[in-house]
């Protein structure tokens, strides 16, 4: 969790002690933290161990074969037995790096009995739908995020109704929420630390517009052929001629990414959801555009984000990729305030005191190694996960509706009893 810089200087020298407190003891949690393995993963025989099918094989997947790699040399129960990809030079490297059995069309691979489980990192359009086709063939699910396209939120309800029905086990990838300190603040705001929630605020800033433009063309000369299938590409996405830059930096295009409300804002939304215990959003206004990044890109560079809740809440998700200054990540109670800040988190008074009344530290700490392992924790306990796909449900329902809202200058209204966006 990103330490936030602190303007006052008796709030700044207070925050260096409260790191200097209890930063060995979370650097030691960290470390006990990390070793631990299951009983079940220990005694695993050889033809109990789970089969991993990997889908969209680009750069975002690159972090995840780390991972699977590492705990398997770890001895973690798992073996890479099947790639899937739509573009045959990403096959042969992902072959190369795990072994695993090469498919060019990710239902052959779902059909495939050595695959246990898959882990999705195709384009955002696909997300959803793959993840949908994995349910039905029966395989459990680590999808990244954003769990669909903001165009498709039939598909994320669809998603999320066919996983409760069937059972299975899906975890979408927003690692932040495997830290602790969102389940302990959750803990604190039953008990009444802070009183009734009113406000939260969060966000994400930086600056750079690597991820969009950045995006490396692979082969400038590349085509749609055996080797690069264009269709399977675009998916439900409007039909267009090939487009090498479209194919290789296709988060610079509306028809397949949103920019940061999609690319960035799940990581941070999803563990205010968890904390705070929020559902559906009852109305929800986004503002922003491609402020300043003006050459072929299509996504916004800054997206704000106000979301009403029926609890009686309000939501502020804010951001630009044009400023690194951050916001305060927080959560505002009648009668106190939660900062995350450091290696935990702080309660301040409701009346600006800028002494905080209560220190926290963190538990646990949180990235894509720690989900990697509460999922296969849930594989095998059938438990629900940290980034579950009913919270990831909520979330994607407030981001869609905002990026809506922000497109068409309109208040986005959510009918909680048709689960329907209404503009």
Known sequence: MADHEVREGS??????????????????????????????????SA????????????????????VLLGLKGEGWPLDIVAVADVYTPRIEAAVQRTGGKAYRDHRELLADPNVDLVAIASPDRHHGPQAIDAVLAGKDAYVE?????????????RLCHLVEDQGQILQ??????GHSIWHQARQLIAEGAIGKPIHAQCGYFRQGDWGERGMPILDPNAQPGPDLNWEAFLGDAPQRPFDVSRFFRWRMYLDYAGG????????????????LGIGFPTRVCGAGGKLFYNHEREVPDTVNILAD?????????????VNA????????????????????????????NTQPKQEVAAERPGDCRELWINFLECVKSREKPWSDVRTQ?????????????????KTAHFDAEDERIRM
């Open 47 to 66: 033809n109990e161990r789970l089969g991993v099918g990997l889908i969209g094989c680009g750069g975002r997947m690159g972090a995840h074969m780390d």
């Open 393 to 409: 449900y909520y979330v994607q329902t407030a981001l869609n509706m905002g990026m809506l809202s922000m497109l068409e200058g």
């Open 260 to 275: 940061p409300p999609t690319d960035l804002y799940p990581h941070f939304l999803t563990p205010m959801a968890v904390a």
């Open 309 to 321: 809740y029926p609890e009686g809440l309000t939501m502020s998700l804010l951001g630009t990729q």
């Open 11 to 44: 709030r700044e020298a207070t925050r260096r002690e409260f790191i200097r407190s209890v930063g060995a003891a979370a650097a030691g949690v960290a470390a006990g933290w990390q070793a631990a393995r299951p009983a079940w993963a220990q005694t695993t």
């Open 145 to 157: 995020k954003p769990l669909v396209h903001w165009q498709q939120f039939d598909v994320v309800k």
């Open 172 to 177: 979408a990838g927003t690692q932040r929420v």
């Open 325 to 352: 200054r951050e916001v305060e990540t927080c959560i505002r109670g009648a009668e106190a305030t939660i900062v995350f800040e450091g290696p935990g988190l702080r309660i301040y008074p409701a009346d600006g």
